[in-house]
């Protein structure tokens, strides 16, 4: 009974990591550039111990929890004409410095000038060249080419400075649309990024899909809990009727 306890509470437990994270996925579907978190799960054999102290498996196993990933799938791209807009087109980041001075990524191109004609997010941050310096940008029309070249009235000022992942699974979502990587796991772009400028990519995070996910996951949860008030339940009879001389 204390592993049918201990079962359900792992799988309702899992159900709600499962349900946090598709509730920030929907609440990010029109955010510029975001990428979908996941959860992922593991299996584990159930183990016993023996009169010597010896662990041994049963033929049982239950799912736990794995460990969180960020879904790296391009969203789609939305034409905004906008001179300080720019698409990543399949793979590839931006670089963008952070307010301690390390770098994050993010596939968030929606930029702004600031004050000083600093390139910035829309959460300030400075956005990086392909030489790890911000971009500043003078007064005047701006344009984009396809390798990130960027121009103001047709002189080139900067080249943005593009990444791919070595290990797209070594990817940490910081905030909203910053994300992290181990150094030395990314490396310049080799012509092998495309920019789409005057264009921004959309949350990659499938609405209908992510509400289905949500009903699935309540009722896993829901199924989960009456388990453990049936358990409840055994083990209350148990106290109150094991030991009890009937006549």
């Known amino acids: 009974m204390q592993r049918g306890f201990f079962i359900s509470g792992v799988a309702s437990k899992m159900a709600e990591y499962r349900l946090d994270n598709i509730t920030h996925n929907l609440a990010n579907v029109n955010t510029v550039g975001y990428k979908a978190?996941?959860?992922s799960f593991k299996t584990i054999l159930s183990q016993s111990m023996d009169a010597q102290g010896n662990s041994k498996q049963l033929p049982g196993s239950y799912l736990s929890m794995g460990s969180q990933y960020i879904d790296t799938k391009a969203g789609n791209l939305k034409q905004t004409?906008?001179?300080?807009?720019?698409?990543?087109?399949?793979?590839g980041y931006f670089q963008?410095?952070?307010?301690?001075?390390?770098?994050?990524?993010?596939?968030?191109?929606?930029?702004?000038?600031?004050a000083d004609g600093n390139l910035i997010t829309q959460g300030g941050l400075a956005v990086l060249d392909n030489s790890q310096s911000?971009?500043?940008?003078?007064?005047?029309?701006?344009?984009?080419?396809?390798?990130?070249?960027?121009?103001?009235?047709?002189e080139q000022v900067a080249q943005l400075g593009l990444v791919t992942l070595i290990n797209k699974n070594d990817l940490k979502q910081v905030q909203g649309t910053l994300l992290t990587t181990s150094e030395g796991n990314t490396k310049p772009s080799e012509g092998d990024i495309i920019v789409?400028?005057?264009?921004?990519?959309?949350?990659?995070?499938?609405?209908?899909?992510?509400?289905?996910?949500?009903?699935?996951?309540?009722?896993?949860?829901?199924?989960?809990?009456?388990?453990?008030?049936?358990?409840?339940?055994?083990?209350?009879q148990l106290s109150s009727d094991v030991g009890k001389i009937q006549g």
Do not use: C, W
């Open 37 to 39: 978190s996941r959860s």
């Open 196 to 236: 789409q400028h005057g264009a921004i990519e959309t949350s990659n995070v499938n609405s209908v899909l992510a509400m289905t996910e949500m009903v699935a996951t309540l009722r896993a949860y829901e199924s989960s809990m009456k388990i453990v008030e049936q358990y409840n339940q055994l083990a209350g």
């Open 134 to 154: 911000p971009i500043t940008l003078p007064d005047g029309v701006i344009s984009g080419t396809n390798d990130g070249m960027i121009y103001v009235n047709n």
């Open 96 to 114: 963008v410095q952070q307010a301690d001075g390390s770098t994050a990524l993010t596939r968030a191109g929606n930029f702004s000038r600031d």
């Open 81 to 91: 004409g906008n001179a300080l807009d720019f698409a990543l087109v399949d793979r």
